[in-house]
């Protein structure tokens, strides 16, 4: 079965791609998403539209994160970038 499906990132990326139709993501969200994931390997970039009363923004999680741990947050891309760059990211043996 696990054939059928293309590796993590790939399958991330179309994943983005879902969410962004769906959700009705700004025009050029999905690239500036996938352009920081490429920029910082292990880093996952999602839009999200205000949701809980979180702000609309773009958020990142670290494969070495779960989805349940506090994601990063920039209002614009740009502002992701930065806070990825300054981020340190816990390790898995640790």
């Excluded at 983005?16 to 993501?25: D, I, K, S, T």
Aim: net charge negative.
């Amino acid at each position: 079965m696990s054939d059928l499906l293309p590796p993590g990132p790939e399958l991330f990326a179309a994943n983005q791609r879902v969410l962004a139709e769906r959700l009705g993501w700004p025009l050029g969200a999905v690239e500036a998403c996938q352009s920081i994931d490429e920029e910082f390997p292990g880093w996952y970039t999602l839009y999200w539209p205000v949701h809980r009363g979180k702000p609309a923004g773009y958020y990142a999680f670290h494969d070495n994160s779960n989805w349940m741990e506090p994601h990063l947050y920039g209002a614009t891309p740009d502002d992701l970038r930065e806070a990825i760059r300054t981020h340190r990211c816990p390790s898995r043996w640790t």
